[in-house]
């Protein structure tokens, strides 16, 4: 058994290797290391020592190293290899892990490796460009085994031993007609177990689930995790078979989508998919992030129009001012966790909309425990600050108020959200902080005025 | 091809046949749904349609759909129930299934139906359910095929066609030595395409990666998509292979997890994975919640202390006052774009504790640019109030300045995490507001201060 690997071993000794200049030691290392453990010590060496190591790997294996690199070294590694050199590795990957270095790590190259390419594979690679980014169309492999439904089933397994392409894992065949209509799938651990004879035709599954080329990738990861299916094949609307989009590719999809919710949930959207962190202009970044700083801020202002609305008051008590961003901000965090909370329990299924008053109900009594144990504290704050014990009191009771104000702010948004046929993760912490800023306002300035007879 | 199923029509056929009491034709149409579908639409009827409709379905079926119909569907099904009926159901289930519906959706019945089970499905249950939850214990599927190393790649293939269970999805084969050690895989698609005489220790890839039964579920979706396995082998401590978990086990995990990241990054805490949002006593979840909400309301009630060093300058102009949330709510919301921002970026690579500076340089430009346009907005929307012109342009020039330092706060704190191994994803958006607020409230007061010799 190898335990998940020491990475930093790994660099100690490949860095060891390089020093002592121990080549043939260090190929040997190399070619019995699984392809991402490779990649983690390339993207940690220095630019010369990543093309040194990169060069001691066999095409098929630097192709997979290629595939998992950070976007940095790709791009370093590239670059220091000739368009003809780059172009034999790109060769090795399947089309779509290709089209995607090609479209992601170094764009301005794309056309120069294409042309360097032999022409088959760069016409798979072009066919693939045709989609547009993060459709099933740029994740299709077409290493797949399609056979006819009047096949028997010794034909079929004689189908797939002439695919010669070694690093398609094969879980299931692709029953096609004449014509080239996907009519069926077949797995291949039932072929093996049925009499040679038997008609493809007879075992096949018909009806196969599959999914267009335009479709998004997001959809197809729902179809596959939906399904359990290892592959999804992808099919054009005449019904033909373009190739299939593998259960890796979703797993990738996957760990990137849930990336993409946090970004969502603190305000900010994601960009093109060809982009990076740095690789985005900050004019576009800036572009971005103002419509939605902006509504916020709109938002937001009616804070300042609610606290002149309490001039008087706040007048002749300036102390009252001190504890409105402690109170505004507890709401905002309060809400924030009610809202992350039911934006999971609704992805999960757990809360359904015909559940509303009893969430409601339980988020009333969480914000009342929660308020009354904050608002402990906060009393003690205010007297400690050396503040009279009416607006302890004052800002005590404000507490309590706020929180329960903010748990059901916190739980209605993000099922009327659901309710009016929009994704509940669109709500963010951002918007629910907002709209509990101004409310919480008038609440604190409502009980304070009243307590001390502003 | 079948296209992702209209759930909606699908249901109006169900509940039309029922009311028509079209028994044999609703039969019919259930067998030809796929069980996800069916789950769907038996989630959607009453409590006497669900139990109408789930008898109908075959054995085999009836298992599939129960894994996947909700919680609340699941308990109404099985209490409708006997408990011989029910375990015959989940008899057909593969036991990690099994485990989850006994331990997730109906432990107050966890050993009365473990009892009517038949003894040897049981007490495969009870082996997983000895593992903490969450573990690849708990994932284990003990249908795999186990070859030895001195078999020829026929006998392997035989030993293959002996395993009946159906619905298990074979990718790879396992090399067991004597005595049970795991020492290798064998792909089944190489398998096919070899001499039959040829022997498993000859094709079979040595050294397999492999889990703990104890290790955490993340870890194990982590090194899944690391090397694009389509199933991971469990190995005891003594070396002895417990079974595999399977790749679809692994996306449902990471379905999972995206959810628990949003949960983290609004400030809550995911709970035990047995765990519902109704199945948590409000006891427990108040528990959970007040923590993070006691740190935040300390921190934050630093800016009582800040507006109370500024209390003279206030009670000279209370206006001022009024912009306080305005500022520091838009502080909170910039800051909040980054880190979520960094959060990704930091997850997916693009970004290196090394990029440290280029990324604050990208940073305070980007906060520049949206400073000064939110300025021009602010500056107007105080001169609407009435306010004086000085006023404005303290609080125009201060949005500047928030904004510049929030986008430095939310760029740092992430990468603060990293470089101190914690995990980056645990900064939340709360965090970076209550840290941006104080901060926020003295360069407004400072430069309000000086702008209008207060």
Chains 1, 2 share one sequence.
Not at 141 to 159: G, H, I, K, T
Request: aromatic share 4%; net charge negative.
């Amino acid at each position: 058994m190898t335990a998940p690997i020491d990475i930093d071993r790994l660099e100690a000794e490949v860095r060891g290797a390089l020093e002592r200049r121990e080549l043939e030691q260090l190929r040997a290392l190399l070619a019995a290391t699984y392809p991402p453990d490779v990649a983690d010590v390339i993207d940690r060496l220095d630019d010369d020592d990543q093309i040194a190591v990169f060069r001691l790997l066999q095409p098929e294996q630097a192709a997979e190293v290629l595939d998992e690199t950070s976007l940095d070294a790709t791009r370093e590694l590239i670059s220091e290899l000739t368009a003809a050199e780059a172009a034999d590795i790109l060769e090795e990957l399947d089309s779509d892990d290709a089209a995607a270095i090609l479209t992601e790590d170094v764009p301005e190259r794309q056309q120069a490796l294409l042309d360097a390419m032999d022409p088959a594979d760069a016409a798979d690679v072009r066919a693939l460009l045709r989609y547009p980014p993060q459709s099933a169309g740029r994740l299709v492999n077409d290493y797949f085994v399609a056979v006819r439904p009047e096949m028997s089933c010794a034909q079929a397994l004689d189908e797939l031993r002439a695919i010669v392409h070694d690093s398609a894992v094969i879980v299931y065949l692709y029953v096609v007609e004449e014509g080239g209509r996907l009519v069926g799938t077949l797995s291949l651990r039932n072929l093996l177990v049925v009499p040679p004879t038997q008609l493809v035709r007879d075992l096949m599954r018909p009806n196969p689930i599959a999914v267009a080329p335009e479709a998004d990738q997001e959809e197809v990861a729902r179809i596959v995790s939906r399904y359990d299916l290892a592959a999804v094949p992808v099919v054009r609307a005449d019904g033909s078979m373009l190739g299939v989009v593998t259960v890796d590719d979703v797993l990738d999809i996957l760990v990137e989508e849930s990336t993409e919710d946090v970004l969502r949930f603190g305000g900010a959207s994601a960009g093109q998919p060809d982009e990076t962190y740095f690789t985005v202009p900050i004019r576009t970044a800036v572009q971005r992030r103002l419509p939605w700083l902006l509504l916020l801020f709109v938002g937001g202002s009616l804070t300042a129009n609610v606290l002149g609305m309490f001039e008087s008051e706040l007048e002749k008590m300036v102390a009252l001012t001190f504890y409105v961003p402690l109170l505004i901000g507890t709401g905002g965090n309060t809400g924030a966790q009610t809202v992350s909370t039911l934006i999971r329990a609704l992805a999960l299924g757990e809360v359904r909309l015909r559940d509303a008053w009893r969430v409601v109900g339980r988020e009333v009594l969480a914000g009342l425990v929660l308020g009354l144990l904050l608002g402990i504290v906060a009393f003690g704050k205010v007297l400690v600050d050396g503040q009279i014990f009416v607006l302890a009191g004052a800002v005590a009771l404000s507490v309590v108020a706020i929180c329960v104000w903010a748990n059901v702010i916190g739980a209605l948004v993000p099922m009327a959200a659901r309710r009016m046929n929009v994704d509940p993760a669109l709500v963010s912490a951002p918007m629910i902080t907002t709209l509990v800023d101004a409310t919480g306002l008038a609440i604190y300035l409502l009980i304070a005025g009243a307590m001390l007879n502003l």
